[in-house]
C-alpha cells in the first residue's frame, strides 16, 4: 500500500512516538535552515521540492534505519506543517470525508456516509491548533482573538470553517470544518442514493422551470445546500441569476450569474454587510432570479416582499424541522426583525410569497432523504394552509441500522399543477399516484 491508497488518518497508525519525535526534530531543524520569508515568494510546487530535499538530507543523517512508508509520511507531513495547514491537510486529501470536526486539539472527529467517526490525527497541543486557525482566518483577511473569539472563513477549495477560542471554548480552541463538494451532485446521484424517487425529480425540476418560489427546509447537515445546487441547475440560462450567501458554497454553471457574499465588521465594529443589505441591493440589479443561501434573519422580510413584486422563482434555504415549522421561522424571523405588522398579514404575506416546501432530514442510518413535499394552498382565517404532494413513508430499522420505507405520492394534485400546464410544462396526474384509466368519469 502506498501512501495515496491510504485512509486520511492511516498514515498515523504506522508512525511510532519515535517517528513523530523524529518529525518534530527535522521540523525544527527545517525552520532554522528555511528563510520562510523568501520561502512565500516561491511557487508551491518549487518550495515543496525544496523542502523535500531538505528533509531527505537530513533524515539520511539518522543514526536508525527507517523504511521508505515512515520517511514519505514524516516529509509529507512537514511540508503541510510548512505551506498547508497541518494534520487538517491530511483529512483534506481525503475525498470521502465530508465534515472535520475539532473538538480540542487532541480530539477530531469527521463524518463519513453520514457517520461521525474520531480519526487518529491530533495536534500537538492548543498552540499549536491555534496556529494553524490564525492562518485559516489570516488568508481571509479576518482575526482571531480573545477580543474577537469567534470567526468564520472560507478555505482555498470553498469549504466553510467557524472557529471558536477560549474564553468562550472552555477545553481549548475548537474548529469545524464544513468540505466544499468539487464533484458537483446530480437529481439522478440523489436518486441513486435514496435521496428521493424519479417522480420527486420531475416534480422539483418542473416547479423551478415554471418558476414557482422554492424553500428548502432541513436541519444541520440534512443537504440543503446540496439540494438548492440541483434545484439551481434547473434554470434557465438565459435568466439573470444573482445568488447572496455568508459564505459561497452555491456551484452555479450559468453564464449570467452575480455572486454577493455578506461582509463581517471589522476590528472597530464597523463596515458590516448583512443579507438583508444584500437582498435590498439586488432588487436594483436587474434579476430574474434571486438565489439565497440561508434565509436566518431581517432579510426574510426583504425575500417575502421581492417573491410578491415580481421576482418569481426565488429559491432559499433554512433550518427547520417540517414544512409548518419552517414557515412558522419565517413568521418569527419577521417578527424579531423589528417590523410592527399584524400576524394576520405576516403570514398573509408568507402564504403569498412560498409556494412549496421541500423538507430534508439526515436520518439515523446517515441518509439524507426528502422527507415531505408540500404545496402552501392560502389562507384559513389566520392560519396558513398546506397540502402535502409527496412523503417518505418510513416502516422500520434493517439489520444493519438502515431506516427502511419508501417514498410515496398522496394522490393530491397541487394548484400549481394548472399554473404549469399553461406554460407548457405538462406533468401528468399517474405522477402524483392517481391512476387517470380506473376513474369513473
Not at 89 to 117: H, M
Not at 140 to 153: C, Q, T
Not at 373 to 402: C, L, P
Amino acid at each position: 500500500m502506498t501512501l495515496l491508497d491510504m485512509k486520511a488518518d492511516d498514515p498515523f497508525s504506522i508512525l511510532t512516538s519515535d517517528d513523530m519525535q523524529t518529525k518534530q526534530d527535522i521540523f525544527g531543524k527545517i525552520l532554522t535552515l528555511l528563510d520562510l520569508s523568501v520561502l512565500e515568494t516561491m511557487e508551491h510546487e518549487v518550495a515543496k521540492r525544496h523542502i523535500t530535499d531538505l528533509c531527505c538530507s537530513l533524515l539520511s543523517e539518522l543514526p536508525r534505519p527507517m523504511n521508505l512508508n515512515v520517511r514519505q509520511i514524516l516529509i509529507k507531513l512537514i511540508i503541510d506543517e510548512i505551506l498547508g495547514l497541518g494534520p487538517l491537510e491530511t483529512l483534506l486529501d481525503d475525498p470521502t470525508i465530508a465534515d472535520i470536526l475539532v473538538n480540542r486539539f487532541d480530539s477530531i472527529y469527521v463524518e463519513r456516509q453520514g457517520k461521525l467517526e474520531k480519526v487518529k490525527v491530533q495536534f500537538y497541543d492548543d498552540k499549536h491548533l491555534l496556529n494553524i486557525i490564525d492562518r485559516i482566518v489570516s488568508n481571509v483577511g479576518r482575526r482571531v482573538d480573545e477580543s474577537s473569539p469567534m470567526v468564520d472563513a472560507r478555505l482555498k477549495d470553498g469549504s466553510r470553517v467557524n472557529a471558536i477560542i477560549p474564553p468562550l471554548a472552555l477545553d481549548g480552541p475548537s474548529l469545524s470544518i464544513r468540505r466544499f463538494t468539487v464533484d458537483k451532485l446530480s437529481a439522478e446521484q440523489l436518486i441513486d442514493y435514496g435521496t428521493m424517487n424519479a417522480e420527486m425529480g420531475k416534480l422539483i425540476e418542473a416547479v423551478v422551470i415554471g418558476k414557482l418560489n422554492v424553500l428548502i427546509s432541513g436541519g444541520t447537515g440534512s443537504g440543503k445546500t446540496t439540494l438548492l445546487n440541483i434545484l439551481s441547475s434547473y434554470i434557465p440560462s438565459d435568466e439573470r441569476i444573482i445568488t447572496i450567501e455568508d459564505s459561497a458554497e452555491l456551484q452555479l454553471q450559468q453564464p449570467h450569474i452575480v455572486r454577493l457574499e455578506t461582509r463581517p465588521a471589522n476590528i472597530e465594529g464597523k463596515g458590516e454587510i448583512s443579507q438583508r443589505d444584500l437582498v435590498k441591493n439586488c432588487l436594483r440589479m436587474r434579476p430574474d432570479r434571486i438565489v439565497i443561501g440561508e434565509v436566518r434573519g431581517a432579510e426574510a422580510i426583504d425575500m417575502l416582499a421581492a417573491m410578491n413584486t415580481g421576482h418569481e422563482g426565488s429559491l432559499t434555504t433554512l433550518h427547520a424541522n417540517n414544512p409548518r415549522d419552517a414557515l412558522g421561522r419565517l413568521e418569527n424571523m419577521i417578527c424579531m426583525g423589528g417590523f410592527e405588522m399584524p400576524i394576520h398579514n405576516i403570514r398573509a404575506q408568507i402564504s403569498s410569497a412560498i409556494d412549496v416546501v421541500v423538507q430534508l432530514q439526515r436520518q439515523e442510518d446517515g441518509c439524507r432523504r426528502i422527507t415531505s413535499i408540500q404545496e402552501v394552498t392560502g389562507m384559513e382565517g389566520d392560519v396558513i394552509t398546506m397540502s402535502e404532494i409527496f412523503t417518505f413513508r418510513r416502516k422500520n430499522r434493517g439489520a444493519q441500522g438502515e431506516v427502511i420505507g419508501q417514498y410515496e405520492a398522496t394522490g393530491v394534485i397541487p394548484l400549481f399543477h394548472q399554473q404549469l400546464s399553461t406554460k407548457g410544462i405538462e406533468l401528468p396526474h399517474k405522477l402524483f399516484g392517481i391512476d387517470v384509466s380506473a376513474m369513473d368519469f
